[in-house]
């Protein structure tokens, strides 16, 4: 069966959803196909916090009803180092720019549902399985859906189904140079019925390795430690893993760490990935289809909207004024900000992860990196705007 739309968008993830919707807003058509199930897509937890451009998007969007309901506004976050403990205030050095906290599959949820209603199509439980004419002014997605062969022709394919995803692997060889970094060092997380211990999030530095006190709500609290690569979830029981919360989140200031039911953990592996080409004829890639991060810097689905935003953009110059130069710039306009996060995320994780002895020459240097955040407004201002994310996209 045949089917035709003016974008086909491979993934309902953030990118993909967010896509959509600004097509739509923009008198513009588009079909999005989805693997996995709509209550798959809705219920897999993911990273929570939002930067301030993105949270702007969405409520240009009419996207944020939810979220500016139930997301939490952090204008601050906690960094600590062998227990000495400073606080960079976002406000202050950013001009009132923050955070919020809101777990991915709340928006994916919210999302979902304004796409349905604004009849945008969704196909889930639609695998697609090959990409053609690529470099034609009439690619197509061939997928299946029902057991059925679809071939769904469009103008454009926007890939957005992440790293495993069709899309990337459909770009020629030789098209791209890869770039990636593994970490020595992997985060067990868990969530816990349990209120937070903090009203903002805490990034740790201890001698016994990182640990994270994070949230995504009132009720309910997501923390990580640092562990070894080849690691286990069996090999940590409840107790083991909020006794060495315990320790490592430990300041000078008298914390303390609230306990409760954990319903979930799991192992998380640190590494970046990227590629240096995000689009070939008609096929662009954005989010993690082209690029991931380190968690550590909460840069993931921000980083996957502002590559939207400049694709969006570009197609609507495209439909409404016949322009193709914001397409063919795309890759290069997305690129210097997937960087700058590489570059803030690679620096979170190397400040405040144990790599080396306690008391080595490597040690001593973190340690004043610490040191410097505490004692300069312009580090400290650093780490803010990177933090909330800067203005442009």
């Known amino acids: 069966m045949t089917h035709k739309t003016q974008v086909g968008i491979i993934g309902a993830g953030p990118a993909g959803l967010t896509l959509s919707l600004l097509l739509h807003q923009a008198g513009i058509q588009s079909v999005i196909i989805e693997y996995r199930s709509r209550d798959y897509a809705e219920s897999r937890v993911r990273a929570g916090l939002l930067e301030q451009n993105t949270v702007d998007l969405f409520n240009e969007l009419g996207a944020a009803e939810r979220l500016n309901k139930e997301g939490l506004q952090h204008q601050g976050v906690y960094l600590s180092f062998d227990g000495v403990r400073t606080r960079v205030p976002f406000n202050e050095l950013t001009g009132g720019r923050g955070i919020t906290i809101y777990g991915q599959q709340e928006m994916v949820k919210d999302l979902i549902k304004i796409n349905i209603e604004r009849e945008v199509p969704i196909h889930f439980e639609a695998t697609a399985t090959k990409l053609e004419d690529i470099d034609t002014a009439s690619p197509k997605i061939q997928y299946i859906q029902n057991e059925e062969t679809h071939v769904l022709e469009c103008d454009f394919i926007a ?52 640990a994270l006190h994070s949230l995504r709500s009132e009720t309910v609290s997501r923390l ?79 980083l996957a909207v502002a590559d939207i935003k400049w694709l969006s953009a570009a197609f609507i110059d495209w439909y409404k004024n016949n322009k193709e130069e914001p397409l063919l710039s795309y890759t290069s306009n997305c690129l210097p900000r997937i960087w700058r996060a590489q570059d803030f995320s690679n620096f979170m994780t190397t400040l405040f992860h144990k790599q080396a002895a306690q008391g080595s020459f490597d040690y001593h240097l973190q340690k004043a990196k610490f040191n410097y955040i505490i004692q300069s407004v312009a580090q400290a201002t650093t780490i803010a705007e990177n933090y909330v994310g800067l203005k442009e996209i």
């Open 159 to 210: 890939g957005c189904d992440g790293y495993h995803g069709i899309s990337r692997k459909s770009m020629p060889t030789g098209s791209y140079n890869e770039f990636q970094k593994e970490y020595p060092f992997s985060w067990l997380g868990i969530l816990a019925h349990v209120a937070p211990s903090s009203d903002e999030l805490i990034y740790a530095y201890h001698e016994r390795g990182f």
């Open 224 to 302: 990580y430690i640092q562990v070894d690569n080849n690691d286990k979830v069996e090999n940590w029981p409840d107790k083991q893993i909020w006794d060495e919360l315990e320790i490592r989140l430990t300041d000078n200031k008298g914390f303390k760490l609230n306990r409760g039911e954990i319903f979930e953990k799991s192992i998380t592996p640190m590494r970046s990935f990227m590629i240096d080409n995000l689009q070939y004829g008609r096929l662009f890639l954005a989010g993690d289809a082209g690029h991931i991060v380190p968690p550590t810097g909460g840069k993931g689905l921000n």
